[in-house]
């Protein structure tokens, strides 16, 4: 497969601003297209956006040694998905947690500097073993690579795996995120 390449240049640029954690102005930013360029990988808005922090990211290590992202959601009991989720037994939604580990993988994609539009394509196994609920304080996600093709796609993937208040709760496999450029 041929690798998508950008402008040597506008790479360099890029790479040149890449950090090791982002704020949650600059999880905003990335929201609205201005992090990685225009056509480029983007979060979702608020309500969606599912951390509020990225704590580390680095293109190496992790449990497979090709790159990790780590990132905290601070829980608040006033949360939008509390009130209207099996109303009476607020509950995050196991899915918002699934989605935000298919964020953070597409974030990590951007961040390489590789071009396109994010989607999450699919994922192996989900399996879960508790709840986050308006008693829990802090989520923690971690997201570790396996792998990541550089073709007429860009494809990410990797593992996940949510902790509320430090237990780990969620576990994901194979992830899967693909950088699609758009055409003009």
Not at 17 to 33: H, M, N, P, T, V
Not at 40 to 53: E, K, S, V
Not at 106 to 114: I, K, N, P, T
Request: charged share 25%.
């Amino acid at each position: 497969m041929a690798r998508i390449e950008t402008a040597p240049q506008a790479r360099t640029e890029y790479m040149a601003q890449q950090k090791s954690s982002y704020d949650y102005e600059e999880l905003l930013a990335c929201s609205r297209g201005e992090l990685f360029g225009p056509g480029n990988a983007q979060l979702p808005a608020p309500p969606m956006l599912m951390f509020d922090r990225i704590t580390e990211i680095s293109e190496e290590g992790g449990e497979f040694g090709k790159g990790y992202v780590r990132a905290d959601f601070d829980i608040k009991p006033d949360l939008w998905f509390f009130p209207c989720h099996f109303p009476g037994n607020p509950v995050m939604p196991g899915c918002l947690g699934l989605d935000a580990m298919w964020q953070l993988t597409g974030f990590f994609l951007g961040w390489l500097g590789e071009p396109g539009k994010g989607m999450a394509l699919s994922t192996g196994e989900v399996k879960f073993k508790g709840m986050v609920t308006p008693d829990v304080k802090k989520v923690e996600y971690g997201v570790d690579f396996k792998r990541v093709m550089r073709g007429r796609l860009v494809l990410g993937i990797a593992d996940g795996w949510l902790k509320a208040d430090g237990e780990q709760i969620y576990k994901a496999t194979d992830l899967r995120v693909g950088l699609a450029k758009q055409e003009a």
